[in-house]
């Protein structure tokens, strides 16, 4: 592990040399695949050192950060053509990516929290530094404020749990907790990352404002940190979990299907989309919670497939708004007859994001339905009308957008750069690949 560790720390000098962002995008790249030929696929932590260490959970999502991350410097060659401080930009998107890899690689639970935390840093710069308009600031407040409010009991829980177990080593904690301020006080944290719906306001915010790779680490990467820590914290927690599990299953699908009603009525392409995230997450989560195997496995490939899916969807409303200067779906419409190679991948990946085959997003569906239906049959209801909203606002935000009589109010009239296009087919094809290889997705180990 230490070796991705240092070769990331190398890149940063390559930040500050001039125009050479493409190099420090193709190094992450070569580095994934030297990460993809690794083979961690461990139901056990591998590769140790004395706090990094790797096992599948951890190894899927350290795979998806470093590819996310070199997507996001393909993205935002706005930035770097404007010379926007594109040096800094660059050592900001490296400087998370390095904070990612600690987090996904600690053992250590104190380490954990710290890179945890760690990591809301870069993003509130690229929202404050690189956003679109003035309103960043208060997306910034509302991201620190929620985040930081709901972890500061997270350090009280680890310093109680320091107290009385004397380490903090997930793999080596067997024992199991029943204190129920303890619990609160544990996933906290990890319910507003998520996030769940009620602390789920500071996402659409941070979400509209942020420049492209603020959109698309945030929707790829960050909101996976919360069901990774409860993947890791509920391995001492499982008495508890299976108590109280019918209060967060009953939240996020209520939630859910109201979150999908509010994006019905979404003008936001990227309003829309974050709600959407919220949705998916809220299905993910509360298939976590029945604590089935089926559940946890579902959660995880789900959170997989809705990263590549998510990120893909910014990345199109994207190149709208770097045509249109809107994101409006008044404005962006009638986009079939501008850009219609574009079209296909508007089709492709909205497909992904309402889970048609053959999409990961559909194995993940598939399990997270098996898990939530078996711990309760009323749960098919809200099932039925979150999956039957999911396709029709996804079906609502292409439609609008692809259909209709073109706008007027156009900037450039360019069908799309190769570099767009490659730029998504790199989102697709490891959505519609990965489900041919499901057995480290779905952890069957």
Known sequence: MLKFFFVL??????????????????????????????????NYFGSLSYFLGCDIISYGMILLSLWICSLMLMASEMIFKNKNYE??????????????????????????????????????????????????LQAGIYLLFYTLLASLPMMLGIFYLYSNENLLMFYLMNKNYTNMLF??????????????????????????????????????????????????????????????????????????????????????????????????????????????????????????AHGLCSSGLFCLANISYERLSSRSLLINKGLLNFMP???????????????????????GEISLLNSIVGWSLISMLALSLLSFFSAAYTLYLYSYSQHGKLSSVMISCSGGYSREYLLLILHWLPLNILIMKSEPCLLWL
């Open 9 to 42: 720390i190398m890149l940063i000098p390559l930040c500050f040399m001039k125009n050479k962002f493409w190099m420090v995008q193709n190094f992450i790249f070569i580095l994934s695949f030297i990460f993809i030929m690794m083979n961690f696929y461990l």
């Open 87 to 136: 040096n800094f930009f660059c050592l900001v998107i490296l400087f998370l990516l390095i904070l990612l890899f600690l987090t996904f690689g600690s053992t250590n639970l104190f380490l954990f929290y710290l890179f945890f935390e760690s990591s809301l840093i870069p993003t509130l710069f690229m929202i404050l530094g690189w956003g679109y308009q003035p309103e960043r």
């Open 183 to 304: 619990y609160i006080c544990m996933i906290f944290a990890f319910l507003v990352k998520m996030p769940m719906f009620l602390v789920h306001l500071w996402l659409p915010k941070a979400h509209v404002e942020a420049p492209v790779a603020g959109s698309m680490i945030l929707a790829g990467i960050l909101l996976k940190l919360g069901g990774y820590g409860l993947m890791r914290v509920f391995s001492f927690m499982t008495f508890l979990g299976f108590q109280f599990n019918y209060i967060w299953v009953g939240v996020s699908l209520i939630g859910g299907v109201l979150v999908s009603l509010i994006c019905l009525r979404q003008t936001d392409l990227k309003s829309l989309i974050a709600y959407s995230s919220v949705a998916h997450m809220g299905v993910v989560f509360s298939g976590f919670m029945t604590m089935t195997y089926w559940g946890v496995c579902g959660s995880y490939t789900l959170m997989i």
């Open 341 to 363: 190679s574009m079209t296909l991948w508007w089709f492709l990946l909205s497909a992904g994001n309402m889970s048609a085959p053959p999409t990961l997003n559909l194995l």
